[in-house]
């Protein structure tokens, strides 16, 4: 199927400790990106790669670290853990469009999500 | 900055209403709107959208037209059913200015829940 994916699903861990969550999109698309979605659902954009380049990286502490190894994956590894980066962490991905520089659709296609849980 | 304001919920419907959801936007540009759903467990899925004024996005018998004049995106259905249970986002995409991929803006999301 073509789709995002993520991995894993869940993830329950310990404060302080170090995690990743990958990102595979098979969409052909050159961008991707990171959301967290709170308890109370809100959604906000963390990282996004374009080509495998960093484009935006809003306020989000510097133990998240975005690795983008080629266009197709996006990795989210959060070091020293904290209670509140609990949440849902949403990949996404879309094919940045440059028709005669007018910014068209960026519609974002989204992964399962991967609801993380810091005890 | 760039911000979208829906209403607040959880709204409450029964089968066969018509539904609302009203959504404005303040946007330093000239954005693409969008509407996506999540549904219980699952991730975001695009309902619709639209890319300039006056456009109307429609899929699954909802809709919502792009209002320049008001910002607006508001959804409408003419007849709700149970499925249709899910919590809403309202969304922009400011225009691409030939270096970097928009992250969306999102607003804070409707719960709406549909009564047989």
């Known amino acids: 199927d073509t789709a995002v994916s993520q991995t894993p699903k869940y993830l329950v861990t310990q404060m302080g400790n170090d995690k990743s969550i990958k990102c595979e999109q098979n969409l052909g698309h050159d961008t991707m990106y990171w959301y967290k979605q709170d308890s109370k659902k809100f959604l906000k954009i963390m990282f996004s790669y374009n080509n495998k380049e960093l484009i935006i990286n809003e306020t989000v502490p510097n133990r998240f670290s975005p690795k983008s190894p080629d266009k197709a994956h996006l990795n989210l590894h959060i070091n020293s853990l904290e209670l509140g980066d609990s949440a849902v962490y949403f990949c996404?991905?879309?094919?940045?469009?440059?028709?005669?520089?007018?910014?068209?659709?960026?519609?974002?296609?989204f992964g399962p999500g991967t609801r993380l849980t810091v005890l | 900055g760039n911000s979208v304001t829906q209403m607040e919920g959880p709204v409450t419907l029964s089968e066969e209403a018509f539904l609302t959801i009203n959504c404005t936007y303040t946007?330093?540009?000239?954005?693409?709107l969008f509407w996506y759903v999540q549904y219980p467990g699952e991730g975001l899925q695009l309902l619709l959208k639209?890319?300039?004024?006056?456009d109307k996005g429609s899929n699954k018998g909802f809709e919502a037209t792009y209002r320049k004049e008001t910002t607006s995106f508001h959804l409408e259905k003419g007849s709700v059913q149970v499925s249709d249970s899910a919590v809403y986002f309202c969304?922009?995409?400011?225009?691409?200015?030939?270096?970097?991929?928009?992250?969306?803006?999102f607003g804070k999301g409707t719960h709406l829940i549909i009564q047989p």
């Open positions: 969304a922009l995409s400011d225009r691409y200015s030939g270096g970097g991929a928009d992250g969306l803006t």
């Open positions: 946007a330093t540009g000239y954005p693409s």
């Open positions: 639209a890319t300039k004024a006056d």
């Open positions: 996404a991905s879309s094919q940045s469009m440059l028709a005669g520089g007018l910014g068209l659709l960026n519609e974002q296609f």
